[in-house]
Protein backbone atom coordinates (compact mmCIF):
# COMPACT_ATOMS: atom_id res chain seq x y z
CA UNK A 1 0.00 0.00 0.00
CA UNK A 2 1.35 3.33 -0.85
CA UNK A 3 0.63 6.65 1.12
CA UNK A 4 3.75 7.69 2.31
CA UNK A 5 5.21 8.86 5.89
CA UNK A 6 2.59 9.28 8.46
CA UNK A 7 3.53 11.69 10.98
CA UNK A 8 0.92 11.64 13.61
CA UNK A 9 -1.36 8.54 14.47
CA UNK A 10 -4.81 8.74 12.83
CA UNK A 11 -7.61 6.62 14.44
CA UNK A 12 -8.25 3.27 13.82
CA UNK A 13 -11.80 5.04 11.78
CA UNK A 14 -9.48 7.36 9.84
CA UNK A 15 -7.26 4.86 8.69
CA UNK A 16 -9.93 2.18 7.27
CA UNK A 17 -11.28 5.00 5.58
CA UNK A 18 -8.25 5.69 4.17
CA UNK A 19 -7.22 1.92 3.20
CA UNK A 20 -11.43 1.62 1.80
CA UNK A 21 -10.60 4.65 -0.57
CA UNK A 22 -7.54 2.82 -1.86
CA UNK A 23 -9.06 -0.44 -2.86
CA UNK A 24 -12.23 1.30 -3.83
CA UNK A 25 -9.94 3.34 -6.42
CA UNK A 26 -8.64 -0.37 -7.66
CA UNK A 27 -5.74 -0.07 -5.32
CA UNK A 28 -3.87 -3.71 -4.48
CA UNK A 29 -2.71 -4.97 -1.50
CA UNK A 30 0.45 -7.16 -1.49
CA UNK A 31 1.42 -9.56 1.18
CA UNK A 32 4.25 -7.63 3.25
CA UNK A 33 1.91 -4.33 3.32
CA UNK A 34 0.15 -2.70 6.39
CA UNK A 35 -3.93 -3.27 6.47
CA UNK A 36 -6.16 -3.24 8.59
CA UNK A 37 -6.69 -6.19 10.77
CA UNK A 38 -10.52 -6.91 9.51
CA UNK A 39 -9.11 -6.84 6.04
CA UNK A 40 -6.72 -9.19 6.50
CA UNK A 41 -9.23 -11.62 8.34
CA UNK A 42 -11.50 -11.06 5.88
CA UNK A 43 -9.34 -12.17 2.98
CA UNK A 44 -7.85 -14.99 5.00
CA UNK A 45 -11.43 -16.44 6.12
CA UNK A 46 -12.22 -16.10 2.35
CA UNK A 47 -9.21 -17.92 0.90
CA UNK A 48 -8.82 -20.33 3.80
CA UNK A 49 -12.72 -21.28 2.91
CA UNK A 50 -11.57 -22.02 -0.86
CA UNK A 51 -8.72 -23.92 -0.15
CA UNK A 52 -11.03 -26.05 2.23
CA UNK A 53 -12.91 -26.47 -0.73
CA UNK A 54 -10.46 -27.18 -3.27
CA UNK A 55 -9.44 -30.24 -0.46
CA UNK A 56 -12.51 -31.43 -0.03
CA UNK A 57 -13.74 -31.40 -3.53
CA UNK A 58 -11.79 -34.22 -4.69
CA UNK A 59 -13.16 -36.98 -2.25
CA UNK A 60 -16.59 -36.93 -4.66
CA UNK A 61 -14.65 -37.76 -7.54
CA UNK A 62 -11.92 -40.04 -5.60
CA UNK A 63 -14.43 -42.69 -5.49
CA UNK A 64 -14.62 -42.89 -9.06
CA UNK A 65 -11.41 -43.31 -10.11
CA UNK A 66 -11.05 -46.95 -9.86
CA UNK A 67 -14.33 -47.11 -12.03
CA UNK A 68 -13.84 -44.76 -14.99
CA UNK A 69 -15.10 -46.23 -18.30
CA UNK A 70 -11.85 -45.90 -20.45
CA UNK A 71 -8.24 -45.48 -19.50
CA UNK A 72 -8.85 -41.88 -21.26
CA UNK A 73 -11.13 -40.90 -18.75
CA UNK A 74 -8.89 -42.12 -15.79
CA UNK A 75 -5.93 -40.19 -16.65
CA UNK A 76 -7.87 -36.79 -17.00
CA UNK A 77 -9.85 -37.59 -13.93
CA UNK A 78 -6.60 -38.36 -11.99
CA UNK A 79 -5.17 -34.75 -13.60
CA UNK A 80 -8.40 -32.98 -12.39
CA UNK A 81 -7.94 -34.38 -9.33
CA UNK A 82 -4.21 -33.77 -8.83
CA UNK A 83 -5.19 -30.12 -10.42
CA UNK A 84 -7.39 -29.40 -7.33
CA UNK A 85 -5.30 -30.36 -4.85
CA UNK A 86 -2.30 -28.13 -6.25
CA UNK A 87 -5.14 -25.43 -5.90
CA UNK A 88 -5.80 -26.71 -2.05
CA UNK A 89 -2.11 -25.97 -1.92
CA UNK A 90 -1.65 -22.90 -3.86
CA UNK A 91 -4.48 -20.97 -1.56
CA UNK A 92 -3.20 -21.96 1.54
CA UNK A 93 -0.02 -20.85 1.10
CA UNK A 94 -1.79 -17.37 0.31
CA UNK A 95 -3.68 -17.90 3.48
CA UNK A 96 -0.79 -18.84 5.55
CA UNK A 97 1.19 -15.14 4.22
CA UNK A 98 -2.10 -13.85 6.11
CA UNK A 99 -0.57 -15.14 9.69
CA UNK A 100 -2.38 -18.30 10.00
CA UNK A 101 -0.34 -21.90 9.71
CA UNK A 102 -1.78 -24.36 6.97
CA UNK A 103 -1.22 -26.97 9.70
CA UNK A 104 -4.35 -24.95 12.17
CA UNK A 105 -6.43 -24.55 8.82
CA UNK A 106 -6.32 -28.16 8.34
CA UNK A 107 -7.29 -28.71 12.15
CA UNK A 108 -10.21 -26.04 11.90
CA UNK A 109 -11.17 -27.96 8.44
CA UNK A 110 -11.23 -31.51 10.17
CA UNK A 111 -13.02 -30.33 13.57
CA UNK A 112 -15.69 -28.70 11.44
CA UNK A 113 -14.90 -25.25 12.95
CA UNK A 114 -14.43 -24.01 8.87
CA UNK A 115 -16.64 -24.91 6.31
CA UNK A 116 -15.59 -25.72 2.78
CA UNK A 117 -18.91 -25.99 -0.45
CA UNK A 118 -22.09 -27.11 -0.11
CA UNK A 119 -21.29 -28.79 -3.46
CA UNK A 120 -19.05 -31.25 -1.90
CA UNK A 121 -21.17 -32.61 0.93
CA UNK A 122 -23.30 -35.05 -1.36
CA UNK A 123 -22.95 -38.36 -2.58
CA UNK A 124 -21.92 -39.06 -6.32
CA UNK A 125 -24.60 -41.86 -8.23
CA UNK A 126 -23.15 -42.67 -11.14
CA UNK A 127 -20.06 -41.50 -13.75
CA UNK A 128 -22.85 -39.13 -15.11
CA UNK A 129 -22.21 -37.69 -11.80
CA UNK A 130 -18.86 -37.03 -12.59
CA UNK A 131 -19.35 -35.64 -15.69
CA UNK A 132 -21.95 -33.32 -14.28
CA UNK A 133 -19.88 -31.98 -11.60
CA UNK A 134 -16.89 -31.66 -13.78
CA UNK A 135 -19.16 -29.43 -15.99
CA UNK A 136 -21.42 -27.48 -13.96
CA UNK A 137 -19.79 -27.27 -10.24
CA UNK A 138 -17.05 -25.84 -11.97
CA UNK A 139 -18.75 -24.18 -14.46
CA UNK A 140 -20.17 -22.17 -11.55
CA UNK A 141 -17.02 -22.20 -9.44
CA UNK A 142 -15.40 -20.48 -12.67
CA UNK A 143 -17.59 -17.90 -12.95
CA UNK A 144 -17.29 -16.98 -9.46
CA UNK A 145 -13.31 -17.28 -9.19
CA UNK A 146 -13.02 -15.35 -12.87
CA UNK A 147 -14.51 -12.42 -10.74
CA UNK A 148 -11.80 -12.74 -8.24
CA UNK A 149 -8.80 -12.44 -10.82
CA UNK A 150 -8.89 -8.92 -9.96
CA UNK A 151 -9.11 -9.06 -6.22
CA UNK A 152 -7.80 -6.29 -4.44
CA UNK A 153 -5.80 -8.66 -2.44
CA UNK A 154 -2.87 -8.97 -5.40
CA UNK A 155 -1.70 -12.46 -4.02
CA UNK A 156 -5.18 -14.03 -4.03
CA UNK A 157 -5.49 -12.67 -7.80
CA UNK A 158 -2.67 -13.69 -9.32
CA UNK A 159 -3.14 -17.30 -7.93
CA UNK A 160 -6.85 -17.02 -9.35
CA UNK A 161 -5.47 -16.37 -12.46
CA UNK A 162 -3.60 -19.87 -12.76
CA UNK A 163 -6.34 -21.79 -11.08
CA UNK A 164 -8.60 -20.45 -13.81
CA UNK A 165 -6.69 -21.22 -16.58
CA UNK A 166 -6.53 -24.83 -15.01
CA UNK A 167 -10.13 -25.19 -14.28
CA UNK A 168 -11.06 -24.80 -18.11
CA UNK A 169 -9.65 -27.88 -18.65
CA UNK A 170 -11.86 -29.40 -16.19
CA UNK A 171 -14.79 -27.95 -17.83
CA UNK A 172 -14.14 -29.16 -21.12
CA UNK A 173 -13.16 -32.51 -19.72
CA UNK A 174 -16.65 -32.41 -17.70
CA UNK A 175 -18.93 -31.01 -20.81
CA UNK A 176 -17.52 -33.95 -23.36
CA UNK A 177 -18.58 -36.73 -20.71
CA UNK A 178 -21.91 -35.09 -20.83
CA UNK A 179 -22.03 -34.49 -24.31
CA UNK A 180 -20.84 -38.52 -25.15
CA UNK A 181 -23.62 -39.64 -22.59
CA UNK A 182 -26.38 -37.33 -23.74
CA UNK A 183 -25.64 -38.56 -27.67
CA UNK A 184 -25.35 -42.18 -26.17
CA UNK A 185 -27.90 -45.19 -24.91
CA UNK A 186 -31.20 -44.31 -23.86
CA UNK A 187 -29.51 -45.64 -20.40
CA UNK A 188 -26.72 -43.47 -20.62
CA UNK A 189 -28.96 -40.46 -21.74
CA UNK A 190 -31.49 -41.28 -18.61
CA UNK A 191 -28.58 -41.24 -16.59
CA UNK A 192 -27.21 -37.36 -17.25
CA UNK A 193 -30.70 -36.34 -16.67
CA UNK A 194 -31.17 -37.96 -13.20
CA UNK A 195 -27.67 -36.62 -12.69
CA UNK A 196 -29.18 -33.29 -13.36
CA UNK A 197 -31.92 -33.35 -11.27
CA UNK A 198 -29.87 -34.42 -8.29
CA UNK A 199 -27.21 -31.63 -8.89
CA UNK A 200 -29.93 -29.00 -9.63
CA UNK A 201 -30.18 -27.49 -6.42
CA UNK A 202 -26.90 -27.72 -4.82
CA UNK A 203 -25.71 -26.02 -8.05
CA UNK A 204 -28.58 -23.07 -7.29
CA UNK A 205 -27.35 -22.46 -3.60
CA UNK A 206 -24.06 -22.91 -4.41
CA UNK A 207 -23.29 -19.34 -4.79
CA UNK A 208 -25.33 -18.07 -1.80
CA UNK A 209 -27.96 -16.10 -1.09
CA UNK A 210 -28.68 -12.27 -1.67
CA UNK A 211 -27.13 -9.97 0.14
CA UNK A 212 -27.82 -6.25 0.34
CA UNK A 213 -24.73 -4.84 -1.69
CA UNK A 214 -23.94 -2.04 1.01
CA UNK A 215 -23.83 -5.13 4.01
CA UNK A 216 -21.01 -7.39 2.10
CA UNK A 217 -17.86 -6.49 3.09
CA UNK A 218 -16.07 -9.09 0.89
CA UNK A 219 -17.65 -6.64 -1.96
CA UNK A 220 -16.72 -3.21 -0.74
CA UNK A 221 -13.14 -3.99 0.25
CA UNK A 222 -13.24 -5.33 -3.02
CA UNK A 223 -11.56 -9.24 -2.19
CA UNK A 224 -14.48 -10.24 -4.38
CA UNK A 225 -16.17 -8.32 -7.44
CA UNK A 226 -19.51 -9.75 -8.05
CA UNK A 227 -22.77 -10.09 -5.67
CA UNK A 228 -23.43 -13.78 -5.24
CA UNK A 229 -26.83 -12.78 -7.34
CA UNK A 230 -24.85 -11.49 -10.02
CA UNK A 231 -22.81 -14.72 -10.38
CA UNK A 232 -25.79 -17.06 -10.30
CA UNK A 233 -27.56 -14.72 -13.15
CA UNK A 234 -24.17 -15.03 -14.99
CA UNK A 235 -24.44 -18.79 -14.75
CA UNK A 236 -27.88 -19.23 -15.85
CA UNK A 237 -27.10 -16.85 -18.57
CA UNK A 238 -23.91 -18.85 -20.24
CA UNK A 239 -25.12 -22.55 -19.23
CA UNK A 240 -29.03 -23.21 -19.78
CA UNK A 241 -28.55 -22.67 -22.87
CA UNK A 242 -25.48 -25.26 -23.10
CA UNK A 243 -27.79 -27.53 -21.19
CA UNK A 244 -31.03 -27.42 -23.26
CA UNK A 245 -29.04 -27.52 -26.31
CA UNK A 246 -28.47 -31.59 -25.48
CA UNK A 247 -32.28 -32.26 -25.21
CA UNK A 248 -31.57 -32.59 -20.76
CA UNK A 249 -34.31 -30.63 -18.64
CA UNK A 250 -33.18 -28.69 -16.04
CA UNK A 251 -35.53 -29.38 -13.36
CA UNK A 252 -37.29 -25.83 -12.53
CA UNK A 253 -40.16 -25.16 -14.12
CA UNK A 254 -40.33 -21.61 -13.29
CA UNK A 255 -37.00 -20.91 -14.73
CA UNK A 256 -37.03 -18.46 -17.59
CA UNK A 257 -35.06 -15.40 -19.06
CA UNK A 258 -37.23 -12.16 -18.23
CA UNK A 259 -36.83 -9.92 -21.19
CA UNK A 260 -38.42 -7.08 -19.25
CA UNK A 261 -36.54 -7.21 -16.02
CA UNK A 262 -33.44 -8.46 -17.63
CA UNK A 263 -32.85 -11.70 -15.61
CA UNK A 264 -33.69 -14.76 -14.64
CA UNK A 265 -36.45 -16.08 -12.78
CA UNK A 266 -35.82 -19.44 -10.90
CA UNK A 267 -37.42 -21.39 -7.93
CA UNK A 268 -36.36 -19.73 -4.50
CA UNK A 269 -33.06 -21.99 -4.19
CA UNK A 270 -33.59 -24.38 -0.89
CA UNK A 271 -31.26 -22.05 1.93
CA UNK A 272 -31.92 -23.94 4.87
CA UNK A 273 -30.49 -26.99 3.14
CA UNK A 274 -27.43 -24.62 2.51
CA UNK A 275 -26.68 -23.86 5.66
CA UNK A 276 -27.49 -27.55 7.26
CA UNK A 277 -25.29 -28.47 4.57
CA UNK A 278 -22.19 -26.14 5.10
CA UNK A 279 -22.75 -26.61 8.64
CA UNK A 280 -21.38 -30.40 8.13
CA UNK A 281 -25.45 -31.97 8.40
CA UNK A 282 -25.18 -32.69 4.53
CA UNK A 283 -25.44 -36.33 3.64
CA UNK A 284 -21.87 -37.17 3.42
CA UNK A 285 -20.16 -34.21 5.29
CA UNK A 286 -19.06 -36.53 8.17
CA UNK A 287 -17.82 -39.45 6.40
CA UNK A 288 -15.41 -36.98 4.30
CA UNK A 289 -13.95 -35.33 6.82
CA UNK A 290 -13.74 -38.64 8.57
CA UNK A 291 -12.01 -40.11 5.31
CA UNK A 292 -9.70 -36.39 5.64
CA UNK A 293 -9.10 -36.75 9.04
CA UNK A 294 -8.00 -41.05 8.53
CA UNK A 295 -5.77 -39.80 5.31
CA UNK A 296 -3.56 -37.33 7.71
CA UNK A 297 -3.01 -39.93 10.32
CA UNK A 298 -1.94 -42.31 7.97
CA UNK A 299 0.35 -39.72 6.30
CA UNK A 300 1.87 -38.07 9.61
CA UNK A 301 5.26 -39.69 8.88
CA UNK A 302 5.57 -37.92 5.59
CA UNK A 303 5.63 -34.83 7.48
CA UNK A 304 7.52 -36.28 10.40
CA UNK A 305 10.24 -37.24 7.85
CA UNK A 306 10.09 -33.96 5.84
CA UNK A 307 10.73 -32.09 8.84
CA UNK A 308 13.19 -34.23 10.63
CA UNK A 309 16.59 -32.98 11.30
CA UNK A 310 18.95 -33.63 8.40
CA UNK A 311 21.12 -36.48 9.49
CA UNK A 312 24.69 -36.01 10.23
CA UNK A 313 26.99 -37.15 7.48
CA UNK B 1 14.33 -35.03 16.26
CA UNK B 2 12.38 -32.82 14.63
CA UNK B 3 13.07 -29.61 12.87
CA UNK B 4 9.49 -28.47 13.97
CA UNK B 5 7.25 -26.41 10.99
CA UNK B 6 8.69 -23.15 12.24
CA UNK B 7 11.81 -24.02 10.07
CA UNK B 8 9.37 -23.83 7.24
CA UNK B 9 10.42 -21.06 5.10
CA UNK B 10 9.04 -19.09 2.09
CA UNK B 11 10.57 -19.56 -1.33
CA UNK B 12 9.40 -17.32 -4.30
CA UNK B 13 8.75 -19.23 -7.37
CA UNK B 14 9.79 -17.50 -10.64
CA UNK B 15 9.12 -19.35 -13.81
CA UNK B 16 9.81 -19.31 -17.82
CA UNK B 17 6.77 -20.55 -20.63
CA UNK B 18 9.08 -20.28 -23.33
CA UNK B 19 12.77 -19.50 -24.21
CA UNK B 20 13.40 -16.22 -24.25
CA UNK B 21 10.66 -15.50 -22.49
CA UNK B 22 11.06 -13.34 -19.17
CA UNK B 23 11.25 -15.13 -15.98
CA UNK B 24 7.86 -14.20 -14.48
CA UNK B 25 6.94 -14.59 -10.69
CA UNK B 26 4.42 -17.68 -10.32
CA UNK B 27 3.99 -18.09 -6.62
CA UNK B 28 5.72 -18.86 -3.56
CA UNK B 29 6.30 -22.45 -1.78
CA UNK B 30 6.82 -23.33 1.94
CA UNK B 31 9.60 -25.88 2.08
CA UNK B 32 12.42 -26.50 4.75
CA UNK B 33 15.85 -26.68 2.64
CA UNK B 34 16.05 -25.28 -1.18
CA UNK B 35 15.41 -29.51 -2.79
CA UNK B 36 12.57 -29.55 -1.47
CA UNK B 37 11.52 -26.37 -2.80
CA UNK B 38 12.46 -26.81 -5.82
CA UNK B 39 10.46 -30.11 -5.90
CA UNK B 40 7.41 -28.45 -4.73
CA UNK B 41 8.08 -25.49 -7.31
CA UNK B 42 8.10 -28.22 -9.96
CA UNK B 43 4.95 -30.01 -8.70
CA UNK B 44 2.84 -26.95 -8.09
CA UNK B 45 4.27 -24.62 -11.73
CA UNK B 46 5.65 -27.25 -13.84
CA UNK B 47 3.16 -30.51 -13.55
CA UNK B 48 1.05 -29.06 -16.73
CA UNK B 49 4.39 -28.65 -18.68
CA UNK B 50 3.62 -24.51 -18.61
CA UNK B 51 7.18 -23.85 -18.32
CA UNK B 52 10.80 -24.06 -19.57
CA UNK B 53 12.55 -22.92 -16.51
CA UNK B 54 11.94 -22.47 -12.86
CA UNK B 55 13.94 -20.48 -10.56
CA UNK B 56 13.50 -20.72 -6.65
CA UNK B 57 14.48 -17.53 -4.46
CA UNK B 58 14.29 -18.00 -0.18
CA UNK B 59 11.62 -14.69 0.22
CA UNK B 60 14.07 -13.34 3.16
CA UNK B 61 16.74 -13.21 0.71
CA UNK B 62 14.91 -10.67 -1.96
CA UNK B 63 15.34 -6.76 -1.49
CA UNK B 64 12.29 -4.95 -1.85
CA UNK B 65 11.68 -1.33 -2.57
CA UNK B 66 8.63 0.23 -3.30
CA UNK B 67 9.33 4.24 -1.24
CA UNK B 68 7.29 5.94 -4.06
CA UNK B 69 9.07 8.70 -2.91
CA UNK B 70 12.15 7.03 -4.88
CA UNK B 71 10.40 5.08 -7.65
CA UNK B 72 7.58 7.33 -8.42
CA UNK B 73 8.59 11.21 -7.01
CA UNK B 74 6.12 13.59 -8.25
CA UNK B 75 7.86 15.62 -10.70
CA UNK B 76 7.70 16.67 -14.28
CA UNK B 77 9.45 13.36 -16.11
CA UNK B 78 8.01 13.50 -19.21
CA UNK B 79 11.35 14.43 -21.51
CA UNK B 80 12.19 10.52 -20.36
CA UNK B 81 9.17 9.68 -22.38
CA UNK B 82 8.21 9.14 -26.06
CA UNK B 83 4.80 11.12 -25.34
CA UNK B 84 6.51 14.49 -23.60
CA UNK B 85 7.47 15.59 -27.15
CA UNK B 86 4.72 17.45 -29.10
CA UNK B 87 5.67 18.88 -32.35
CA UNK B 88 2.68 18.64 -34.40
CA UNK B 89 2.09 22.21 -34.83
CA UNK B 90 6.06 23.07 -35.36
CA UNK B 91 6.56 20.15 -37.66
CA UNK B 92 3.72 21.80 -39.58
CA UNK B 93 5.31 25.44 -39.73
CA UNK B 94 8.22 24.11 -40.93
CA UNK B 95 6.78 22.39 -43.71
CA UNK B 96 5.08 25.37 -44.65
CA UNK B 97 7.92 27.37 -44.60
CA UNK B 98 9.83 24.85 -46.62
CA UNK B 99 6.34 24.90 -48.93
CA UNK B 100 6.76 21.03 -48.57
CA UNK B 101 3.30 18.60 -48.72
CA UNK B 102 3.01 16.29 -45.88
CA UNK B 103 4.16 12.80 -46.32
CA UNK B 104 2.20 9.61 -46.95
CA UNK B 105 1.39 7.73 -44.41
CA UNK B 106 4.26 4.40 -45.24
CA UNK B 107 1.14 2.08 -45.00
CA UNK B 108 0.04 3.99 -48.13
CA UNK B 109 3.16 4.42 -49.96
CA UNK B 110 3.59 0.36 -49.81
CA UNK B 111 -0.19 -0.43 -51.75
CA UNK B 112 0.82 2.21 -54.79
CA UNK B 113 1.61 0.59 -58.02
CA UNK B 114 5.11 1.46 -59.38
Known sequence: MTGGPVTEQPSEDAVLARFEAFVAEGGKVEAGDDMPDAYRSAVLRFVEMHANSELMGVLPERDWLMRAPTLRRKLALTAKIQDEVGHAQLLYRVAEDLGKSREAMVDDLLAGRTKFHNVFHYPTRSWADVGIIAWLVDAAAIVAQQALRDSSYAPYARTMRKICWEESVHIMHGRDIVVTMATGTTNQRDQIQEALDRWWGPLMQMHGPRTPRERDLDLRWRIKAKSSEELRQEFLTIYVPRIRELGLTIPDPVLRFDDDAGTWIYTEPDWDELRRVVTNHGPMSEERLAFRRSARAETAWVRETILAAPQAA | ?114
Do not use: C, N
Open chain 2, 1 to 114: MTRGSDTLEPWEVFRQEKPGDPMRHGGSVLAPDPELAMHYARELYGRRQESVRLWVVRRADILDLDDPDLLQPPLDRSFKKPGGYVMREKLAAAREAAGQAKPKPRAARKVTPT
